[in-house]
Protein backbone atom coordinates (compact mmCIF):
# COMPACT_ATOMS: atom_id res chain seq x y z
CA UNK A 1 0.00 0.00 0.00
CA UNK A 2 3.13 2.29 -0.78
CA UNK A 3 3.94 3.72 -3.98
CA UNK A 4 7.20 4.93 -5.32
CA UNK A 5 7.97 6.95 -8.19
CA UNK A 6 11.36 7.57 -9.28
CA UNK A 7 12.44 10.64 -11.74
CA UNK A 8 15.78 12.49 -12.38
CA UNK A 9 17.40 9.87 -14.26
CA UNK A 10 19.24 10.87 -18.01
CA UNK A 11 21.46 10.42 -20.33
CA UNK A 12 24.89 12.36 -18.87
CA UNK A 13 28.74 12.80 -19.33
CA UNK A 14 31.59 11.16 -17.20
CA UNK A 15 32.19 13.60 -14.26
CA UNK A 16 29.10 14.89 -14.49
CA UNK A 17 26.38 14.79 -11.67
CA UNK A 18 22.69 13.78 -10.91
CA UNK A 19 20.38 14.31 -8.61
CA UNK A 20 17.40 11.35 -8.01
CA UNK A 21 13.82 12.16 -6.76
CA UNK A 22 11.98 9.19 -5.16
CA UNK A 23 8.44 10.42 -3.74
CA UNK A 24 6.22 7.60 -1.53
CA UNK A 25 2.76 7.69 -1.43
CA UNK A 26 -0.15 5.84 0.28
CA UNK A 27 0.23 3.69 4.28
CA UNK A 28 3.76 5.38 4.62
CA UNK A 29 5.26 5.56 8.01
CA UNK A 30 8.03 7.51 9.21
CA UNK A 31 9.64 4.58 10.99
CA UNK A 32 10.73 3.16 7.99
CA UNK A 33 14.13 2.43 5.72
CA UNK A 34 14.29 4.52 1.63
CA UNK A 35 16.74 3.19 0.08
CA UNK A 36 18.51 3.02 -3.69
CA UNK A 37 19.40 -0.03 -5.29
CA UNK A 38 20.84 -0.26 -8.54
CA UNK A 39 21.13 -3.11 -11.50
CA UNK A 40 22.91 -3.24 -15.03
CA UNK A 41 22.07 -5.63 -17.80
CA UNK A 42 23.34 -8.74 -16.77
CA UNK A 43 24.28 -7.94 -12.96
CA UNK A 44 22.58 -8.02 -9.91
CA UNK A 45 20.54 -5.87 -8.22
CA UNK A 46 22.67 -3.55 -6.24
CA UNK A 47 22.59 -1.84 -3.02
CA UNK A 48 23.46 2.10 -3.39
CA UNK A 49 22.53 3.81 -0.05
CA UNK A 50 19.66 4.19 2.53
CA UNK A 51 18.31 6.50 5.10
CA UNK A 52 16.32 5.44 7.64
CA UNK A 53 13.17 7.80 9.66
CA UNK A 54 15.66 9.63 12.24
CA UNK A 55 18.10 10.29 9.69
CA UNK A 56 21.13 7.68 9.83
CA UNK A 57 22.61 6.49 6.09
CA UNK A 58 24.87 4.09 4.94
CA UNK A 59 26.38 3.51 1.25
CA UNK A 60 27.54 1.09 -0.73
CA UNK A 61 31.29 0.52 -0.78
CA UNK A 62 31.31 1.28 -5.05
CA UNK A 63 29.59 4.50 -4.44
CA UNK A 64 30.59 5.89 -1.07
CA UNK A 65 32.72 8.61 -1.74
CA UNK A 66 30.95 10.23 -4.48
CA UNK A 67 27.05 9.46 -3.35
CA UNK A 68 24.57 11.29 -0.74
CA UNK A 69 20.95 10.56 0.43
CA UNK A 70 18.88 13.02 2.30
CA UNK A 71 14.95 12.52 3.13
CA UNK A 72 12.47 14.78 4.29
CA UNK A 73 9.86 13.00 6.16
CA UNK A 74 6.82 15.32 5.99
CA UNK A 75 7.15 15.33 1.84
CA UNK A 76 7.62 11.45 2.12
CA UNK A 77 10.53 12.15 -0.25
CA UNK A 78 14.24 11.32 -0.66
CA UNK A 79 17.14 12.19 -3.00
CA UNK A 80 20.02 10.91 -4.05
CA UNK A 81 22.95 12.38 -5.33
CA UNK A 82 26.10 11.39 -7.60
CA UNK A 83 28.95 12.71 -8.05
CA UNK A 84 31.69 12.28 -10.85
CA UNK A 85 29.80 10.02 -12.80
CA UNK A 86 31.45 6.78 -14.40
CA UNK A 87 30.18 4.92 -17.16
CA UNK A 88 30.22 1.90 -14.67
CA UNK A 89 27.57 3.74 -12.94
CA UNK A 90 24.89 3.24 -15.39
CA UNK A 91 22.59 1.28 -14.74
CA UNK A 92 18.13 1.38 -13.80
CA UNK A 93 17.88 2.72 -10.10
CA UNK A 94 15.13 1.73 -8.10
CA UNK A 95 14.07 3.50 -5.01
CA UNK A 96 12.97 0.96 -2.06
CA UNK A 97 10.92 0.91 1.08
CA UNK A 98 11.21 -1.26 4.51
CA UNK A 99 8.35 -0.71 6.64
CA UNK A 100 8.63 -0.47 10.16
CA UNK A 101 12.16 -0.89 9.97
CA UNK A 102 14.70 1.12 12.08
CA UNK A 103 17.96 -0.93 11.02
CA UNK A 104 19.23 -0.56 7.29
CA UNK A 105 19.71 -3.52 5.23
CA UNK A 106 21.80 -4.22 2.25
CA UNK A 107 19.18 -7.07 1.54
CA UNK A 108 16.61 -6.81 -1.60
CA UNK A 109 14.83 -9.35 0.64
CA UNK A 110 14.00 -6.79 3.21
CA UNK A 111 12.14 -3.49 1.45
CA UNK A 112 8.52 -3.95 0.98
CA UNK A 113 7.65 -1.81 -1.94
CA UNK A 114 9.84 -1.07 -5.02
CA UNK A 115 9.23 2.00 -7.78
CA UNK A 116 9.82 1.45 -11.64
CA UNK A 117 13.19 2.96 -11.49
CA UNK A 118 14.63 5.68 -13.44
CA UNK A 119 17.44 4.94 -16.32
CA UNK A 120 21.24 6.22 -15.76
CA UNK A 121 23.24 6.21 -18.69
CA UNK A 122 26.80 7.63 -18.18
CA UNK A 123 28.79 8.17 -21.65
CA UNK A 124 32.45 8.24 -21.66
Known amino acids: QVRLVESGGGLVQAGGSLRLTCVASGQTVTRSIMAWFRQAPGKEREFVAA???????DYGDSVKDRVSISRHNAKNTAWLEIDNLKPEDTAMYYCAFDAFAARISYSVERYDYWGQGTQVTVSS
Open 51 to 57: VSGSGNT
